[in-house]
């Protein structure tokens, strides 16, 4: 019942918001595929070792934090503009 | 003094120092000084309660067994966390929208408020939860022992269930001292927050601190720590595939599901900005709680005993070395992630016992109990107190009876897998519009039973609940219905067998009973709301009101909120409505609000059931149903909105009739009073003149007489000045010619002043008052303000018919304004005459006494010089007027500069 009333094509900024939130999606999934990486080192006698896996599981999760970080902080202004244009048109929500 | 000892001492003056933060941080709050409480470092510092015991100690052990492994654990939320956009942002959201109390609260209120749903989650949690507090009471008694054991000079080792026993109880205490301080579950829980907060910091401190000190001290520095791990027993990456992938999965599912988790992440959640802190910095919190695991498990399989506990190293390796020091604070840390996780784990437990099961049979069984009697605010703490002591001494039976054996190891797992299948239900009513009552309903049940048949009955060993044939060759000699094998499925790890099979059949059942089934209305309304969270902010109305009694929705709000908080929202419901009182129009929008306000206290469903009673069953207006039924003919549409105004019109002629009637009350009244005054000027003028008459005609009148009759005069003229004065000091109230003589005195002085000028209480009329709340400095018009008290004393005098005739005097100050209640036990007053009885010449019905009716009047138009307002207080037992006063206006303080 809520066709979508907003405009087929944005502006750049809104454009760039609505990426960033795309990119929030996807960065759970991405990290859990490269979470499950040493699993195919299995067999190959080089490369397997605990030590490893330990430096790259650990250097992954530090990277994810990274950027989990900087995707955040641009949601944050993206939540808050769009929040305002809302209030300006429905003014504040009944909670 | 030995370590032992200086251990108890140490563990005493933390849990000392646990019980000041906690007290510190409620009063913080209480006086809102607490900004800071509500930051999202705390948030996410309160989530740490994830990492409990079995992490702590666990962690290391799983490592020392299975190398990588452990860290899916971690993996699982990480991801959540990182997801949060998808998830979390919209479960809060919803969560606050809804004002959800717990797990059980929000699956029931999605799938129309059904309390069966409620009721099965919240035992599925109990049964779930049960063994992991038993875990948390078994590490705590374990390294207690581990640090006897050490201690040659202690004479015997104190006994486990004494242990276990003593921290159960201090545990229940301080749940329930800190944890039901206010009954809306909505409300944070300050104290306890910040108390985690503090065993969140001191955990991870600890952990690092022992990991420094095995790779800096015992193994040389990052270098040799890494050739350790080469030469280790766990060298080798050997991860299963399925278990790495599983065992991720179950972690993300279960952080989501957890009752503790769901209590800390969602119900306590105040703001969304939490969360984007939360969405790195909890990652970056688990990721250093597992940095160090590794090298203590190789050093600990290298060091210690063959034999030894690995779950234990992180006690044992510093303890061995010496370092009584380490080794308390390595106690500190783990005796912390145990209580966290038990105190959270209590207060999210029992608010889905008593909300859920408790208060719904109270209801039930006590009838129409909501409206006449019985505190169910006081019942409903209760009840949620006593829940705490049961969860926790469920808890500790079960430590007794399982005897502390290794079965409650592996419990953590299972209790992940216990849990995981609310998800369908949870990320189903939250994504998907489709999913019924009934589909919930079929996947929680056959999830469940799953669970229990293929890991959690299993868990106690062969023999011990299921009989070894059932292990052998299946329920009723089926063999593809072995636990361990179900359908076939051998070799499989246990955990993943179970987590796979149920969930793949609860996820079928619920799909299938949700397209199968046709939700209920208000199922079809909650569903849209839910799924729709971000679209419609605002809310479609629920009930269709007209029928309720405003004041009887008054006192069962009063009965479960307090009666502070209840009247404030009904005040300013009235204000929006532009009504003047207390009651507002019981109009759908409020009824929505008073619900979800009730919501807060006693969970979804039983605050829907309590209005139900007494508005009276039709949850579902024709204009919510319009507003889910999509593509339905655009004609429907309007005669929907027809009856919708029609209602508002019938709402406003109720309004514009009631005015008629005030004003037809007052017009009668006031004729009434014309006749009634010039009776009451008419009867002393005739005397004066008769007796006037007789001194001056009569001769020979003797001095006694003569004197006799110029008194009768003389009172008569009295009476008359009287009247007149009432009327000439109304007008001048009126006209705002007064004169505010400020001064300076207490409350309790100008109460005494005003009681004995009433006449003071004794025959048959008594005074209650609280003296210690009356010590207030005012400073205003303190005579004008004793005329208004004298007058409401002298009024519960000659008006209260109850025998003995009691007068409470309730003083309370808040938000700067001094409040007094008379509150009197007789009969009341009629509620149609609420509007009157501040007018001027006002008198209900036939009084006895005698009365101009122009006390009350000359009392508002006084509390409106000094600033603020006398009002009648509808739903107490008898006649009550509420003065209310800021304690410095703008007015008086610029009286008092000129």
């Known amino acids: ?95 | 003094m030995t370590v032992l000892n200086l251990l108890i001492l140490v563990c005493l003056l933390y849990v000392v120092l646990l019980f000041t933060v906690a007290f510190a941080a409620d009063r913080a709050a209480m006086m809102g000084r607490g900004s800071w409480l509500r930051s999202s470092v705390v948030y996410t510092l309160s989530l740490s309660i994830y990492c409990t015991a079995w992490t702590f100690y666990g962690a290391v052990g799983f490592a020392a067994r299975s190398g990588l492994e452990f860290v899916t654990i971690y993996l699982g939320p990480t991801l959540v966390m990182v997801g949060w956009w998808w998830t979390l942002r919209r479960l809060v959201r919803v969560g606050r929208s809804q004002r959800i109390t717990s797990i059980a609260d929000l699956i029931s209120s999605r799938y129309g408020k059904s309390n069966l749903l409620a009721v099965l989650v919240t035992v599925l949690a109990v049964v779930a939860t049960t063994p992991y507090i038993a875990l948390q009471l078994q590490s705590v008694t374990l390294s207690f022992a581990a640090f006897a054991g050490t201690d040659p000079e202690a004479g015997t080792l104190p006994d486990m269930q004494s242990t276990a026993l003593w921290v159960a109880g201090g545990l229940a205490l301080f749940t329930i001292l800190f944890g039901t301080r206010n009954l809306d579950a909505n409300e944070r829980h300050h104290g306890v927050v910040m108390a985690i907060a503090l065993e969140a910091v001191v955990k991870l401190f600890a952990l690092l601190a022992v990991g420094v000190f095995v790779v800096w001290g015992l193994s040389g520095g990052i270098g040799p720590t890494l050739d350790r791990i080469e030469t280790s027993a766990i060298a080798r990456f050997e991860v299963s595939g399925s278990r790495w992938v599983g065992l991720t999965m179950l972690s993300a599912m279960a952080f989501l599901t957890l009752p503790r988790m769901f209590q800390v992440l969602v119900v306590e959640n105040e703001a969304d900005e939490h969360l984007r802190t939360a969405a790195w910095a909890f990652p970056a919190y688990l990721m250093l709680m597992s940095l160090f695991v590794v090298p203590i498990a190789v050093v600990g399989l290298d060091m210690m005993p063959a034999g030894a506990n690995p779950d234990l190293f992180v006690l044992t390796l510093p303890l061995m070395e010496g370092r009584d020091g380490l080794a308390i604070l390595s106690f500190l840390g783990g005796f912390s992630s145990a209580t966290s996780m038990v105190i959270v784990a209590a207060i999210a437990l029992s608010t889905m016992v008593s909300n859920h099961v408790v208060m719904p049979l109270w209801l039930h069984y006590s009838g129409m109990a909501a409206v006449v009697s019985g505190d169910v605010r006081t019942v409903a703490l209760m009840a949620r107190r006593l829940s705490i002591g049961g969860v926790l001494f469920l808890g500790y039976v079960y430590f007794r009876m399982s005897g502390g054996g290794t079965a409650l190891a592996a419990i953590g797992l299972i209790a992940f897998v216990g849990v995981a299948q609310f998800l369908p239900a949870l990320m189903g009513g939250l994504f998907w519009r489709g999913a019924t009552r009934t589909g919930a309903l079929a996947g929680l049940v056959l999830g469940a039973a799953v669970w229990l048949y293929c890991l959690f009955l299993p868990s106690f060993g062969p023999s011990a609940i299921l009989p070894q044939t059932v292990f052998d060759h299946g329920l009723w000699g089926q063999g593809w219905l072995r636990p361990r094998a179900l359908f076939g499925a051998e070799g499989m790890d246990p955990v993943i067998h179970a987590l796979m099979w149920s969930l793949l059949l609860n996820v079928s059942a619920f799909i299938l009973g949700s397209l199968l089934s046709f939700p209920q209305p208000l199922e079809r309304l909650q569903g849209a709301q839910f799924v729709n969270s971000f679209d419609h902010p605002s809310a479609p109305g629920g009930w269709s009101g007209g029928m309720a009694q405003s004041e009887d929705l008054l006192i069962m709000a009063q009965r479960i909120m307090g009666a502070r908080e209840a009247q404030a929202l009904f005040a300013a419901a009235a204000g929006r409505q532009g009504v003047v009182g207390y009651l507002p129009e019981p109009s759908p929008d409020f009824l929505q609000e008073l619900e979800r306000a009730l919501a807060g206290s006693v969970g979804a469903a039983t605050a829907h059931a309590m209005i139900g009673q007494i508005v009276g069953g039709a949850a579902v207006s024709v204009e919510d149903l319009m507003a889910v039924a999509d593509e339905t003919a655009q004609i429907m549409e309007y005669s929907s909105q027809l009856e919708a105004k029609s209602q508002e019109l019938a709402r406003t002629a109720r309004q514009l009739r009631q005015a008629n009637e005030t004003l037809t009350q007052i017009s009668v009244q006031k004729d009434g009073f014309l006749s009634q005054i010039s009776h009451e000027l008419r009867t002393p003028m005739t005397s004066i003149r008769a007796f006037s008459e007789i001194l001056r005609d009569t001769e020979d009148l003797s001095p006694d007489e003569q004197s006799k009759y110029a008194t009768i005069i003389h009172d008569e003229t009295v009476r008359l000045t009287r009247l007149l004065d009432d009327l000439l000091d109304l007008s001048v109230l009126e006209n705002g010619q007064v004169e505010l003589n400020i001064q300076t005195g207490t409350l309790e002085a100008l109460l005494d002043r005003s009681v004995r000028a009433a006449g003071g209480d004794g025959d048959g009329f008594r005074i209650r008052r609280v003296r210690a709340n009356e010590q207030v400095d005012l400073t205003t018009d303190l005579d004008r303000l004793a005329q208004v008290f004298i007058n409401l004393i002298s009024n519960a005098r000659k008006y209260c018919d109850a025998r003995p005739a009691i007068l409470n005097i309730r003083v309370t100050v808040s938000d700067g304004q001094l409040v007094v209640d008379f509150v009197d036990n007789g009969s009341g007053i009629p509620t149609d005459k609420h509007a009157v009885i501040f007018e001027k010449f006002s008198r209900i019905g036939q009084t006895r006494a005698s009365g101009a009716g122009l006390g009350l009047a000359i009392c508002r138009e006084i509390m409106e010089r000094l600033g603020g307002e006398v009002s009648y207080l509808p739903g107490q037992k008898g006649a009550a007027f509420r003065v209310t006063l800021p304690l410095m206006t703008d007015r008086v303080a610029a009286q008092e500069a000129v």
Not at chain 1, 10 to 34: E, H, M, N, Q, T
Not at chain 1, 54 to 63: A, E, P, Q, T
């Open chain 1, 1 to 95: 019942m809520s066709p979508e009333r907003t405009p087929l094509f944005l502006a750049r900024r809104s454009y760039r918001r609505r990426r960033v939130a795309d990119a929030a999606r996807i960065l759970p999934l991405i990290g859990g595929v490269l979470f499950c990486l040493p699993l195919l080192w299995k067999g190959s006698p080089a490369s397997d070792s605990t030590v490893q896996s330990l430096v790259y599981i650990f250097g992954l999760w530090v990277i994810l934090i990274l950027t989990s970080a900087i995707i955040s902080r641009h949601l944050r202004l993206d939540e808050n503009d769009r929040d305002d244009t809302r209030n300006e048109h429905q003014g504040p929500g009944g909670a």
